[in-house]
């Protein structure tokens, strides 16, 4: 095998080491193979082109070409120019799903499914990594900076893994790189020839600086390696969050210990988006009516502007009983509840979901408990996957009367559960006190607040809503009046807030779904968030303002029997006397329904917005064609250059014309069309030797023959006869060597000299020829220029002491 061979091969295999780092994102794993035949396909492609051979930016040309190509058939098909030329359809499609492809990154959470989208990218992307490999490696024979595009690809599989890459991607892509590396050695080695051992001092010029070269690319190897290990630590990965797999506890356990801050938007937008609603845990419970049977995480208190998320508080061991929940009097009425919950196997987080408020937590493993948000942690790794445990929790049962008349709020927790940042706008605080106008009480407030969002300000659910918890966020979901439940529940709280009322937002999951066998499933589209607003002698209360999710719990209805204080809701429909027959096997209101009261409507549905005129855009389609038009024409550019060039100086004998440089332009042409063929010109033979060198080589038939010597010996008239006799019909016989020489090539040859001639190499030599000639024009105006300004000034000067005289 040939040392280009080795190159090529190490080359596809380290880009495919690199790329296994991208398993852990997507399942299946079949788009490997798929990546892995098409990046054959064009190292095939770029081992013919340096073959035949092209030169260097014209190999990785008919790569990219060829890589162009394949895409099409691949993934654009059915809109391709005779299903494989990329046309403005063509582009269109690929665009969209490239599209397609970003959006299902941020909506799937990890592992991912395959869409058509995410598989362009991946495809796409390792076969730009394998065209950058190869050209760098194989083509231009420097395989160390190679590792630099292996490391990118490297890295955004590390920074999007959860935790960052393993240490086994790191070891494969890093294996694959060092393999590339053997592979260039061997082929350095194998063009000095053998190698004995002996001292340093015994080996030439090309040995010490083949040492030299193979010590830079060792360097250059441990770098990039060590940047491999480095970038992952510093990118941020992104887990699964609240609702997804964790990556570790919460440090050692003992009797402190804090939490940190954690982002649930993310995790939860994935978790709703999911294409299967993947059960996450199944709970059997003694609730006669398991619709205020919300399954709490964690509670998001501290609002900074950036984000809501929980505050870093401190935790402790968990208690054979919990204490009682901050606020709650004993004259509510509350019902104690026991319930079984098993997860999934494959849900790993490290925050428990409980009913709230939990009395007693019967769970084995290292747990922690956090008293202020009543939330249980794992410890050091600890996390729910495949768990079972008990829970003895309480069902607070307030009346809207107990609400209504609630006294103050501690100051210290009023203080610290009103704070708003200063920069959120003043739009979310005027709304605020438009929609509560007229409410005296809290209680009116919060229900007026629920409603609005819920039934009367004309808001829509939309899981493809990009999340947000910042003030911006907040005010542009007021405008637009679209989102889920993270906006309508952060929403609702800082607008709370602003009215003086004590919020923080749960996250977690709604109740589920009844099963036959008496249990209760709940799936990823069961994630969720609320506001939990605070009310002295019941403590934390939920409410429900996202339109068709979840249940509005019961106290959220005025008691038409208690006044509500002045300025109370204008509508009270009373929720249903009858009694529940046991758990809904649906909680929430379906897709296309909407909560009214205590039940669900339907509602019209608005068709989605079309873009005017439909279709692409002027401009995609101006850029499209452009693209296509460039692909097509870069590689023609040798050939209708080579035209050009041997029309003119074969159509430079008419009248009038001087027949010395007539003669001299048939015979450049002669030379260049004997290189074209594999004939190198050589400079210092004479022309009749010349032409004898391509009769011989190029195997010329007895007339193709004779015409390349009548050619040889117009150009010696021309040169050295003291008066040139015109020689006629120069052009026919460069046309008939020409034939000669194609008839007797072989097909490879003969492709060859004219869709990629040799002497096309004249064109990038005029270019760095007239390159060459600017920059020293440049130059040298420089000091003229100067030059001409400084006379002109003492012109001027002197023209100025003439007149004062």
Not at 288 to 294: Q, S, W
Not at 610 to 616: A, K, S, Y
Request: glycine share 10%; hydrophobic share 45%; charged share 20%.
């Amino acid at each position: 095998m040939s040392g280009r061979a080795r190159l090529a091969l190490g080359s596809m295999a380290a880009t495919l080491c690199a790329g296994c780092a991208l398993l852990p994102l997507v399942d299946p794993i079949t788009w490997l193979f798929q990546a892995a035949f098409l990046l054959a396909m064009v190292a095939a492609v770029g081992a013919l082109a340096r073959r035949v051979p092209l030169a260097r930016p014209l190999t990785v040309a008919v790569q990219a070409l060829a890589t162009v190509l394949l895409l099409t058939v691949v993934f654009a098909r059915d809109h391709a120019i005779a299903g494989l030329l990329p046309g403005p359809d063509t582009v269109t499609t690929l665009a969209g799903l490239a599209q397609d492809g970003v959006r299902d990154v941020g909506r799937y959470a990890i592992p991912a499914p395959v869409t058509p989208g995410i598989r362009l990218l991946l495809v796409s992307g390792v076969l730009l990594i394998g065209l950058i490999v190869d050209a760098l490696a194989v083509t231009y024979r420097s395989a160390a900076p190679a590792g630099l595009p292996l490391l990118a690809l490297y890295s955004v599989a590390a920074g999007l893994s959860q935790g960052g890459a393993g240490w086994l991607s790191f070891l494969v892509a890093a294996a694959g790189y060092l393999l590339l590396l053997l592979a260039e050695g061997r082929d350095r080695l194998s063009q000095w020839g053998r190698v004995f051992g002996g001292p340093p001092a015994s080996g030439g010029a090309d040995a010490r600086g083949g040492r030299v070269r193979i010590r830079t690319g060792r360097r250059i190897g441990v770098l990039s390696l060590g940047i491999a290990l480095l970038v992952p630590a510093a990118l941020p990965s992104l887990s699964g969050g609240l609702l997804g797999p964790a990556d570790g506890g919460t440090g050692p356990g003992g009797g402190g210990g804090t939490i940190s801050a954690v982002n649930p938007l993310v995790s939860l937008q994935d978790s709703l988006n999911q294409p299967e609603n993947r059960e996450v845990l199944n709970y059997r419970t003694t609730a006669a009516d398991t619709r205020e049977m919300y399954l709490r995480i964690v509670a998001l208190d501290q609002f900074d502007g950036t984000a809501w998320k929980p505050s870093e508080r401190t935790v402790t061991d968990v208690p054979a009983e919990l204490p009682r929940p901050p606020g709650l009097s004993s004259d509510v009425s509350v019902t104690r509840i026991n319930t079984s919950l098993s997860t999934a196997p494959w849900y790993a987080q490290n925050w428990l979901p409980l009913p709230y408020p939990a009395d007693k937590v019967d769970i084995p493993g290292r747990w922690r408990f956090e008293p202020e948000g009543r939330t249980l942690v794992g410890d050091r790794g600890q996390n729910t996957h495949g768990l079972q445990y008990q829970v003895e929790s309480l069902q607070v049962r307030p009346t809207a009367h107990q609400l209504a008349s609630a006294p103050p709020p501690p100051a210290a927790l009023r203080r610290e559960y009103t704070k708003v940042p200063d920069s959120l706008p003043a739009i979310v605080r005027t709304t605020a006190r438009q929609v509560t106008r007229g409410a005296r009480t809290t209680y009116d407030k919060a229900v007026k607040l629920q409603d609005w969002f819920a039934l009367y300000g004309g808001f829509g659910y939309n899981t493809e809503v990009r999340a947000g918890s910042g003030t911006e966020a907040i005010a542009r979901f007021l405008a637009d009046k679209e989102g889920f439940c993270v906006h309508f529940s952060f929403s609702m709280a800082a607008m709370a807030r602003t009215l003086g009322i004590p919020a923080r937002v749960a996250v977690g999951f709604t109740p589920g779904t009844r099963q036959p066998d008496g249990t209760t499933s709940v799936g990823l589209k069961d994630a969720h968030a609320w506001p939990e607003l605070y009310f002295q002698g019941v403590g934390w209360t939920r409410f429900e303002p996202t339109p068709s999710r979840g249940t509005v719990p019961d106290y959220a209805y005025p008691d038409a029997a208690q006044p509500t204080g002045p300025g109370g809701p204008d509508r009270a429909p009373a929720p249903s006397t009858v009694p529940s027959a046991g758990p809904p096997t649906a909680p929430s209101c379906g897709p296309g329904e909407r909560r009214k009261g205590p039940g669900c409507v339907a509602v019209a549905s608005i068709p989605p917005a079309t873009p005017p005129g439909g279709g692409p855009a002027p401009w995609t389609l101006a850029l499209g064609a452009l693209a296509a038009l460039l692909v097509v024409a870069l590689p023609a550019v040798p050939l209708l250059w080579r035209a050009r060039v041997r029309t003119r100086r074969l159509a430079g004998g008419g009248p009038g014309a001087d027949p010395t440089t007539h003669t001299l332009a048939v015979w450049q042409e002669l030379l260049d069309t004997g290189w074209d063929h594999g004939i190198v010109p050589d400079e210092s033979l004479t022309p009749r030797t010349a032409a004898a060198r391509i009769i011989r080589t190029g195997n010329l038939p007895p007339e193709a023959a004779d015409a390349a010597r009548r050619i040889a010996t117009a150009v010696e008239q021309a040169l050295y006869a003291p008066q040139p006799t015109p020689a006629a019909g120069l052009a026919a016989d460069v046309r008939q060597v020409h034939a000669g020489l194609r008839d007797g090539a072989p097909r490879a040859l003969r492709l060859r000299a004219r869709f990629a001639p040799r002497s096309a190499a004249r064109l990038r030599w005029a270019a760095a020829a007239r390159w060459s000639a600017l920059r020293l024009r440049c130059r040298h105006s420089r000091p003229v220029a100067a030059a001409r300004r400084m006379a002109a000034a003492l012109r001027t000067a002197s023209r100025r002491r003439g007149e004062r005289a």
